[in-house]
Nanobody, 114 residues
Framework: QVQLVESGGGLVQPGGSLRLSCVAS????????MGWYRQAPGKQRELVAR????????IYADSAKGRFTISRDNAKNTVYLQMNSLKPEDTAVYLC???????WGQGTQVTVSS
């Protein structure tokens, strides 16, 4: 069965950094594009970043450009999201997704607050 498990969230002050990880099982990682999404209470889920199956193409939401970096290590079945210069508006549950599927992880909470 396909399983995605996110980790790395936590409480951080504005301007701080976090690195999120998503470990996938039950799939051949190199075959799938992956995305990081986030969802805050009362708001729609939004795409933060997407990475192609081989890692060569990366797309970011405008709000994430210049601050976040998505990467992957297919040998480890892992996708990462490095988040720098965090802002309070980045506070949300961050979820990993296999592109064009309804496979999601349980999410990891990111809270940016002073």
């Amino acid at each position: 069965q396909v399983q995605l498990v996110e980790s790395g969230g936590g409480l951080v002050q504005p301007g701080g950094s976090l690195r999120l990880s998503c470990v996938a099982s039950g799939i051949i990682s190199s075959l799938y594009a992956m995305g990081w999404y986030r969802q805050a209470p009362g708001k729609q889920r939004e795409l933060v970043a997407r990475i192609s199956s081989g890692g060569g193409t990366r797309i970011y939401a405008d709000s994430a450009k210049g601050r976040f970096t998505i990467s992957r290590d297919n040998a480890k079945n892992t996708v990462y999201l490095q988040m720098n210069s965090l802002k309070p508006e980045d506070t949300a549950v961050y979820l990993c997704n296999i592109d064009h599927t309804d496979y999601w992880g349980q999410g990891t909470q990111v809270t940016v607050s002073s």
